[in-house]
């Protein structure tokens, strides 16, 4: 019998420019589709390009969340600006997102 060691996948997403009600549907489809990948085991979302955001994009962020949560997948932000930060600090949901201000 031959054992097959799958090692898991990570995937970063580098958004740039602005995440708002212009692009934040197709965002959010971007998100869910690269979690729905069965060979994905953690999404990064590298938001070091990202020049402001949006309660639509925040909520295209928040859907992509309970998305990894519901597959059992990993999800975090990374290389989050003060600018940024301060959005999710104001929203109490840098209680609920694992946020790093570094990339990783």
């Known amino acids: 019998m031959q054992a097959v060691v799958e090692s ?14 212009t692009n934040a549907l197709e965002f959010e489809r971007d998100l869910s589709t690269t ?3 069965n060979d994905v085991s953690s999404l990064s979302v590298d938001l070091s390009q990202v020049e402001s955001l949006d309660s639509s994009g925040l909520m295209a962020l928040v859907s992509a969340l309970k998305v990894a949560q519901s597959l059992g997948k990993g999800f975090r932000l990374d290389a989050v600006s003060p600018a940024i930060k301060i959005i999710f600090e104001l929203t109490q949901l840098d209680q609920v997102f694992q946020i790093c201000e570094e990339k990783n």
Do not use: D
């Not at 898991?8 to 009600?21: D, E, F, R, T």
């Open 8 to 21: 898991p996948k990570s995937v970063v997403i580098s958004p740039q420019g602005y995440l708002n009600a």
């Open 35 to 37: 979690l729905a990948q």
